[in-house]
């Protein structure tokens, strides 16, 4: 419902002229409504207000609506507080025009210090002089100073009956929580896109004007939500006489062609630089802002993003079928990684647009950037590749070392590959009869123990819990990685080794064959004993007798262990003079 403009001579702007008058044209906002009109019928009005929410939602005009609610007296004059304000009583009127003697607005912006709230402390002292209500109506509170709203708490907690206080803001959080505490708040929605369309076809339809879908559709998405700035952007799109065309808002708006975005998006996932460059050139010569471009990339990015997640996505009443189609398509075909790592490397560009000696260069410049990286193959794909090549050598093979002191036995059947920058031989050739380095590491736990006595902590648990033994002989490991075991494992296990004993370590990874890891077998170990142990018929008694009891299964060696430690040690014998 559009409310009927008062005839006049001077042209408003739309976002005047169709200033909501009552809660009924008020369009986004069903669940404020709903409680404010349970309320004035219950007559649980509260003494203040607080409405916050982005621009344009309608916090200033939802103020004046309850200011003319609380003090509406009806045609006949004999009327109460309603949330229907007939709008032709001396005080419906009189707060429509901004003129009421009792409705005083401040803009708090503007009059932030102790000295403007002074003025209203001392003045709500008085009753209204002519309405039911003194209303005051604070417009931008959070700009208050902090004197300021300290000066306020007390006349706010306990105001007279014939005042009543509305705030609206648009940063709730630099409210103090003192404040809010005191007041009622409500929190005016963002209007959905469709209800959006819907308003701005009746504004346009009252004014007489032509105007496509498609251009109220790009308006709508313009205006993030906010009715004053789609009435605005309406306003401007309109003024021009003739029908308003999706192209004409586009070109108003500095935006690119949506289709054409679309496209130079497919030319950078395929890697084209030349065309893609060609696209956006194009679209600057056409009049879009290379910023704006960015933003729709990565506007682009994050839908796609969304649509492969949530397909429901997709039903959104801004886009035409032909996007709606091809965002879908995208969303099959591009994989997450792909479009996360387009969302980060815009993000960048946009931050450099700022710094760079021009728009239009940081924009070629983050294209290029793109499509260079469009079609590097996942980390996946790179494995698979050095898998299957046929007689590409693994990784360290191929480089200098001593000679191996045995052969070095085959990796399994995963096709192993050689990590670390380390040789495939694992040992090097002494002389007969001189103790060889890697003598002392015959076993897998040696190499463990070693780790231990290094101090190395976040090796060792890496090493325990994520090294599934394949193969071993000194100088030489093959494991199949555990679950949560890190890609560089390897590597850095060969370059400790290599660093504490002073030999080459050829460490592998392969695909399969691996034992349980230390810390599986451990778990297994734990899980047998516990077993064992909820099997023993003096264990299940207890258990009966004392429900809800945990057990806790200790090995004779673990609990030999923790006797040790806890162990006092022993003092030595002290020579006694009365001994002798």
């Keep these: 419902m559009i409310p009927e403009p008062a005839p006049e001579t001077a042209y408003r702007v739309l976002a005047r002229k169709y200033r909501p008058e009552t809660f009924a044209d008020l369009v986004g906002q069903e669940a404020m409504v709903r409680t404010l009109r349970n309320a004035f019928k219950a007559g649980r009005i509260a003494q203040a207000f607080i409405l916050t929410g982005i621009r344009g939602t309608g916090k200033t005009t939802t103020a004046r609506i309850i200011a003319k609610g609380l003090n509406c007296v009806g045609p006949d004059g004999t009327g109460g507080p309603t949330t229907e304000p007939c709008g032709v009583c001396v005080h419906c009127r009189a707060i429509s025009e901004g003129r009421h003697v009792d409705v005083l607005e401040m803009d708090a912006a503007s009059r932030t210090g102790v000295g403007d709230i002074r003025e209203i402390i001392e003045s709500v002292r008085y009753r209204a002089a002519e309405a039911r209500y003194k209303v005051y109506i604070i417009d931008e509170v959070h700009m208050l100073s902090t004197n300021a709203f300290n000066a306020l708490l007390k006349t706010l907690e306990e105001p007279p009956e014939h005042v009543k206080f509305i705030f609206a803001t648009t940063e709730i959080r630099k409210v103090p929580v003192t404040v809010l505490s005191r ?30 879908d498609g251009a109220l559709a790009l308006i709508a998405r313009a205006a993030e939500g906010s009715a004053r700035d789609a009435t605005s952007l309406l306003d401007q799109a309109i003024a021009g006489g003739g029908t308003a065309t999706a192209e004409q808002v586009r070109a108003m708006l500095g935006l690119a062609d949506r289709g054409r975005v679309l496209d130079l998006f497919d030319l950078i996932l395929k890697g084209e630089a030349a065309g893609a460059l060609e696209e956006l050139g194009a679209q600057y010569s056409d009049g879009a802002d290379p910023v704006m471009v960015l933003r729709d990339l990565a506007e682009i990015a994050h ?26 398509a995208m969303a099959a075909a591009i994989p997450m990684r792909v479009l996360a790592r387009f969302w980060q490397m815009l993000l960048k560009a946009l931050e450099e647009v700022a710094v760079a000696p021009n728009a239009m260069m940081a924009a070629e410049m983050a294209v290029i950037r793109l499509t260079h990286v469009a079609d590097l193959p996942s980390p996946e794909d790179l494995v698979r590749q050095l898998q299957g090549a046929k007689g590409t050598p693994a990784m360290g093979a191929g480089m200098p070392g001593p000679a191996p002191r045995a052969p070095v036995p085959q990796a399994s059947r995963g096709a192993g590959v050689s990590m670390g920058g380390v040789s495939g031989g694992g040992a090097v050739a002494l002389p007969a009869g001189q103790p ?4 002392r590491f015959a076993r897998f736990e040696d190499v463990v123990q070693l780790i231990r006595d290094q101090r190395d902590i976040g090796l060792l ?5 994520g090294v599934r033994l394949a193969r071993y002989q000194p100088g030489r490991i093959e494991f199949e990685p555990g679950p949560m075991a890190s890609p560089d494992l390897a590597q850095r296990l060969g370059q400790r080794l ?3 004993t002073g030999t080459r370590w050829g460490v592998s990874v392969v695909s399969e064959g691996g034992q349980p890891s230390i810390r599986e077998a451990q778990l297994a170990q734990a899980s047998a004993l516990e077993a064992e142990a909820l099997a023993h018929p003096l264990v299940q008694a207890a258990l009966r007798a004392f429900p809800g009891a945990k057990l806790k299964v200790q090995s004779r060696e673990e609990k030999a262990q923790a006797a040790e430690v806890e162990a006092l040690p022993e003092v030595p014998d002290e020579w006694d003079p009365f001994e002798e």
Aim: glycine share 6%; hydrophobic share 35%.
């Design 183 to 212: 007041c009622q708040r409500f929190d005016l929605r963002r209007i959905e896109p469709e209800v959006m369309m819907g308003l701005l076809r009746r504004i346009a339809t009252a004014e007489g004007a032509e105007i496509e």
């Design 303 to 328: 839908w796609v993003s969304v649509l492969k997640v949530s397909p429901g996505a997709s039903e959104d009443p801004t886009l035409s079928p032909d996007e709606r189609a091809r965002g879908q």
């Design 436 to 439: 060889h380095p890697l003598d």
């Design 461 to 465: 648990m890496e090493v325990e819990s």
């Design 498 to 500: 290599q660093s504490w």
